[in-house]
């Protein structure tokens, strides 16, 4: 066990997503320690990052070394240290999902440059190997937008490898992973409205949409939930719940978060924060 941090390390610097998901893994397999001392259980993780840190100073290794310390350490970190808490798994995820997308701002307000020569440095390869695609009207009139929200497309792939780790921290605990038992407190709406005035200045209109869908992560898991329950009443076959659930998760994935919105406000049992107990 004592190899693993430092392999998770490394494998964090060339993977902040697969090094998150591991991450929670290697938690849950070690959840006495994990839960008892945090710190202690996940600090051999750091010693990889750091080193890189301190050795290279070019903007790819920085970054590098900054995402495998706060996207996936310090995420790992307070994941375990709200578990330890209050045993609460879901808001535990969301407090470290808050925390991630607290960073994925301020690493594109910080590398902001480095990330627009790498988008720019990838369009010019993707027009090389492929320019009918890059050609394509459609395409080519959302690349701007694309470019804009680059830091939330960042945060989200993120979020997905925390909820992937998540699931996994569960099944490990030999917890049942039951999708509606994700039950988040409806105060979180409140930070969703507090961005909206952003909207409204020139200056912070992307930031204030960049914060906005990296937020809507909660009440999207929220209307899967929501809309996990509601088709389970229809189809009791779990694999053709699935194909609609895959679906509407595909094409309605806005209206999924406008039901999640809803639910966080309204269901009685939100107020007070829920969910499944570790």
Known sequence: MFLYPLVLGILSVLSPF?????????????????????????????????????????SASQLMAL???FAVGIVALTYLYMLKRNHVLSEAFMV???VLIAY???????????????????????????????????????LPLWKMLLPAVWIITQSLA???GFLLFQKLLKIPVT????????LYNLLIIAILPLFLFEQTKMLSVNILISLCVIPFLQGVSLMWQRLGLIFA???????????IVLYASILLVLFGFADMWLNKQNSIPGGTPA
């Open 162 to 164: 925390l909820f992937i």
């Open 96 to 98: 470290a999902n808050l």
């Open 179 to 186: 999708i509606t038992n994700m039950k988040f407190p409806g």
């Open 237 to 247: 076959n779990r694999f053709i719940l699935s194909i609609f659930m895959i679906i």
């Open 67 to 69: 995402d495998a310390i």
């Open 18 to 58: 697969m090094g998150l998901v591991l991450m929670l893994m290697f938690c849950a397999r070690t959840i006495s320690t994990s839960l008892v001392s945090p710190w202690k259980a996940l600090i051999l993780v750091f010693i990889a990052p750091l080193g890189l840190l301190l050795w290279d100073k070019s």
């Open 104 to 142: 994925g701002l301020l690493r594109f307000q910080l590398f902001e440059g480095y990330h627009l020569a790498a988008f720019e440095q990838g369009l010019t390869a993707l027009k090389e190997q492929m320019p009918a695609l890059v050609d394509n009207a459609i395409l080519s009139e959302s």
